[in-house]
C-alpha cells in the first residue's frame, strides 16, 4: 500500500487521523456498523464515491486491521467486507460525531439542501442518543418508512435497539417523503403538527409516535417538546 500522508505528531488524536480521517473512510465505518455489506451495498449506499476509491479505502481498513473481507458460503456466495473488533471500537466515536453533527446543523445552512440521504445513516444516532428516562418508560416499536427505505427501533427493557427493513411486530408505523423527514429533524415542524397537515401517515396511535419521538427530543433539541 502506498505511503500515506502523515500529521507526523506524537499525538493520539494525530495518530487516529492518520488513520480514519482521509475522506470517506468514517462513512464506510458508518455503513459497515450496520453489518457485513458486498462492495457493491457500500457503493450504492455511498453516492459520490468512486469504485476505485472505495477500493483503495477498503484496503486501507484491511491493512489496520479495522475490517476484513470474507466469502459468504453458498447460496450467497459473494465477498462481503465487516468490522473486526478494533473497527467496532470506532462506534462510539462515530455516534459522539453524528451528535455533535444534530447541535451543529444549524452552522451549516445548506444541510437542507444535502442530494443525498439513506434511511439507515440515522441508526447510529438512535442507538446512541436517547432518553435513558423516556426508554425505562417505553416498550415496542417504531418502523419508519422515509420514502421507499425502511429502519425501526425497538425499544424494551430502557434499551434502544435500530434495524434495517419492516419490523415483526411494530407497535406504531409512520410514512413519510423526505422534505417532511428533514422537517421534523430540523424542528421546522413538529410531529403532531406533521401529522395533523396529513404529512406524515400513522398506522398506530398518536400517543405512542409521540412518546418514541420523545426518546430523542429532549437530547437533541433540549427546548422542543412534540
Known sequence: MAK?????????????????GERWTLLIVRDLLTGPQRFTDLQEGLPGIGSNLLSKRLKELEHYDLAKRHRLPPPAASNVYELTALGHALEPVVSAIAEWGMKAITLKPDAREAKYFKAPWGLLGM????????AANLRGTLELHVDEEIVHVRVANGILKPGIGPAKTP??????????YKAMVLMEATPAELIAQGRISLQGTLEDALRFYELFVPVLHPQKRP
Do not use: G, P, W
Not at 171 to 179: F, K, N, P
Open 4 to 20: 500515506r500522508r502523515s500529521y507526523d505528531q506524537f499525538c493520539t488524536l494525530a495518530l487516529a487521523l492518520d488513520i480514519i
Open 127 to 134: 442507538k446512541h442518543i436517547y432518553n435513558e428516562e423516556v
Open 171 to 180: 407497535s406504531v408505523v409512520a410514512h413519510m417523503d423526505l422534505e417532511t
